[in-house]
C-alpha cells in the first residue's frame, strides 16, 4: 500500500514549500509516500465557480485508480483528534486493498464528480484554512499519526 497526496497547483509560498518539503522526507521513514501535484486550470478567471471545480474535478479523477480509497480534505469531513486519526488510518492501512489518496482541493472545493467518488471526507479543524496552508498542516499531521503509532516522543515534543 501506498500513501498519495494530490494537490492542484503549486505551493505558492516558500516557506509552506519547505514545511511540506520536510513532513514529505520524514514520511518516508514509514510508509511508501508519493506526492502528486496537478498543473493549476488554464485561465481560472474566465471561468465560475462551478466550471472551475468542475475542470479542476475532471484532473482529480484522471489520477485516481479504481483501488484507490479516495479520501477527500473537506471542511464537512470527520472531525478527529491527531490520536484518533492515527487509530483511523492504522484501521485503513490494515482493511484498504488499494492505495490510501489524499487530496487537498482547490479554492472552492469539489465538484459533485468527486464527492460522489469519494470513499471518505477528513476535516482538520472547524477552521478554514487556505488550500496551500493546509498541505502542510495535513502532512505534518500524517507524519504525527505515524509518530503516535509508533509510541515516539514527537507528539508530545
Not at 65 to 93: C, R
Not at 97 to 118: D, K, P, W
Not at 129 to 141: P, Y
Request: glycine letters at 6%.
Amino acid at each position: 500500500m501506498k500513501i498519495k497526496f494530490l494537490v492542484l497547483g503549486k505551493t505558492a509560498f516558500p516557506d509552506v514549500k519547505v514545511g511540506e518539503d520536510r513532513y514529505s522526507t520524514r514520511l518516508q521513514h514509514y510508509c511508501s509516500f508519493e506526492r502528486v501535484e496537478i498543473p493549476d486550470v488554464k485561465n481560472p478567471k474566465a471561468l465560475s465557480q462551478d466550471q472551475l471545480k468542475k475542470k479542476e474535478g475532471e484532473l482529480i479523477l484522471a489520477k485516481v485508480i479504481p483501488t484507490d480509497y479516495l479520501i477527500l480534505m473537506d471542511e464537512n469531513g470527520l472531525h478527529q483528534s491527531s490520536v484518533e486519526f492515527a487509530q483511523w488510518l492504522d484501521k485503513k492501512q490494515m482493511s484498504v486493498n488499494g492505495n490510501l489518496l489524499f487530496v487537498i482541493g482547490g479554492a472552492y472545493g469539489f465538484s459533485e464528480s468527486v464527492y460522489e467518488r469519494a470513499n471518505a471526507k477528513l476535516s482538520l479543524s472547524k477552521m478554514t484554512f487556505s488550500h496551500q496552508m493546509v498541505r502542510m498542516i495535513f502532512l505534518e499531521q500524517l507524519y504525527r499519526a505515524y509518530s503516535i503509532l509508533k509510541g515516539e516522543p514527537y507528539h508530545h515534543s
